[in-house]
């Protein structure tokens, strides 16, 4: 089964919260991919992909070169934990 492009962006913000990338690469691809992908994420879920862009692109990626190291994977980490309660649907976006 084809993934979703929202499901390839949450994947994608897990392999780095696991180790798997480095704060810039996140960075610098994550924007990309959001950016790329944008008018399909709109598709699946307007609401998510606005989330996904303001929260996890504005206020997260986009401060990969600004932000410590410790203090930009907490910020990921904490924006990715509320992107998941959201797309379970425990949360509504007002």
Same mark, same amino acid.
């Given at each position: 089964?084809?993934?979703?492009?929202?499901?390839?962006?949450?994947?994608?913000?897990?392999?780095?919260?696991?180790?798997?990338?480095?704060?810039?690469?996140?960075?610098?691809?994550?924007?990309?991919?959001?950016?790329?992908?944008?008018?399909?994420?709109?598709? =699946?879920? !307007? #609401?998510?992909?606005?989330?996904? &862009?303001?929260? /996890? %692109? @504005?206020?997260?990626?986009?401060?990969? $070169?600004? *932000?410590?190291?410790? =203090?930009? !994977? #907490?910020?990921?980490?904490?924006? &990715?934990?509320? /992107? %998941? @309660?959201?797309?379970?649907?425990?949360? $509504?976006? *007002?």
């Amino acid at each position: 089964m084809k993934q979703s492009n929202i499901e390839f962006l949450m994947h994608m913000t897990k392999d780095y919260l696991e180790g798997k990338s480095d704060s810039y690469s996140y960075g610098m691809d994550f924007s990309h991919e959001v950016g790329f992908r944008y008018n399909k994420l709109v598709k =699946e879920d !307007r #609401e998510i992909a606005d989330f996904i &862009y303001r929260c /996890l %692109v @504005e206020e997260g990626a986009s401060l990969y $070169d600004v *932000l410590p190291e410790e =203090e930009f !994977r #907490e910020k990921i980490e904490k924006e &990715y934990a509320y /992107l %998941v @309660e959201i797309y379970n649907g425990n949360v $509504d976006l *007002l």
